[in-house]
Protein backbone atom coordinates (compact mmCIF):
# COMPACT_ATOMS: atom_id res chain seq x y z
CA UNK A 1 0.00 0.00 0.00
CA UNK A 2 1.38 3.79 -1.26
CA UNK A 3 0.31 6.39 1.27
CA UNK A 4 -0.14 10.19 -0.80
CA UNK A 5 -0.72 13.41 1.25
CA UNK A 6 -2.36 16.39 -0.30
CA UNK A 7 -0.78 19.74 0.32
CA UNK A 8 -3.90 21.17 2.78
CA UNK A 9 -3.22 17.54 4.46
CA UNK A 10 0.22 18.29 5.43
CA UNK A 11 -0.05 21.98 5.86
CA UNK A 12 -2.54 21.09 8.40
CA UNK A 13 -0.37 18.14 10.30
CA UNK A 14 2.10 20.43 10.38
CA UNK A 15 0.06 22.84 12.75
CA UNK A 16 -1.09 20.03 14.46
CA UNK A 17 -0.21 19.72 18.36
CA UNK A 18 2.41 17.21 18.69
CA UNK A 19 -0.62 15.13 20.53
CA UNK A 20 -2.71 14.59 17.26
CA UNK A 21 0.84 13.77 14.70
CA UNK A 22 1.56 11.40 17.42
CA UNK A 23 -1.56 10.27 17.40
CA UNK A 24 -1.96 10.38 13.59
CA UNK A 25 1.44 8.27 13.23
CA UNK A 26 -0.14 5.82 15.40
CA UNK A 27 -3.43 5.53 14.02
CA UNK A 28 -1.25 4.98 10.20
CA UNK A 29 0.63 2.85 11.44
CA UNK A 30 -2.78 0.36 12.61
CA UNK A 31 -4.42 1.46 9.25
CA UNK A 32 -1.77 0.01 7.12
CA UNK A 33 -2.11 -3.21 9.08
CA UNK A 34 -5.13 -3.80 8.76
CA UNK A 35 -7.36 -0.90 7.58
CA UNK A 36 -10.78 -1.99 8.87
CA UNK A 37 -9.54 -2.04 12.30
CA UNK A 38 -12.51 -1.06 14.79
CA UNK A 39 -10.53 1.24 16.43
CA UNK A 40 -10.08 3.42 13.44
CA UNK A 41 -13.77 3.40 12.59
CA UNK A 42 -12.71 3.38 9.06
CA UNK A 43 -16.11 4.30 7.05
CA UNK A 44 -17.37 6.00 3.79
CA UNK A 45 -18.65 9.83 3.83
CA UNK A 46 -21.88 11.87 2.33
CA UNK A 47 -21.92 15.14 1.06
CA UNK A 48 -19.26 17.20 0.52
CA UNK A 49 -17.26 13.90 1.09
CA UNK A 50 -19.09 11.72 -1.10
CA UNK A 51 -17.12 9.55 -2.78
CA UNK A 52 -14.05 9.09 -0.05
CA UNK A 53 -13.99 7.54 3.38
CA UNK A 54 -12.47 8.74 7.56
CA UNK A 55 -10.67 7.49 9.99
CA UNK A 56 -10.79 8.41 13.42
CA UNK A 57 -7.38 9.90 15.07
CA UNK A 58 -8.52 10.84 18.54
CA UNK A 59 -12.10 11.06 19.68
CA UNK A 60 -12.46 14.40 17.66
CA UNK A 61 -9.92 14.67 15.39
CA UNK A 62 -10.65 12.61 11.63
CA UNK A 63 -8.07 12.04 8.60
CA UNK A 64 -10.11 11.79 5.07
CA UNK A 65 -8.85 10.05 2.47
CA UNK A 66 -9.59 8.48 -0.85
CA UNK A 67 -8.17 5.14 -2.26
CA UNK A 68 -7.17 4.84 -6.23
CA UNK A 69 -4.83 2.57 -8.59
CA UNK A 70 -6.67 -0.64 -7.85
CA UNK A 71 -6.83 0.52 -4.54
CA UNK A 72 -2.69 0.34 -3.94
CA UNK A 73 -3.04 4.20 -2.99
CA UNK A 74 -4.43 5.75 -0.32
CA UNK A 75 -4.27 9.43 -0.92
CA UNK A 76 -4.94 11.27 2.57
CA UNK A 77 -6.96 14.75 1.48
CA UNK A 78 -7.02 16.76 5.01
CA UNK A 79 -7.28 16.39 8.84
CA UNK A 80 -9.14 18.08 11.54
CA UNK A 81 -11.69 18.38 13.81
CA UNK A 82 -15.37 16.63 13.30
CA UNK A 83 -16.59 20.22 13.37
CA UNK A 84 -13.99 21.44 10.80
CA UNK A 85 -14.04 19.10 8.37
CA UNK A 86 -18.30 18.47 8.43
CA UNK A 87 -19.70 22.21 9.32
Known amino acids: ?6 RKF ?3 YKKCPDKIKNAFKNKLKLFIE ?3 HPILNNHNLSGKYKNYKSINITADWRAIYQKYNNNQTVYFIILGTHSELYK
Do not use: A, G, R, V
Open 34 to 36: NPH
Open 1 to 6: MQIEYS
Open 10 to 12: IKK
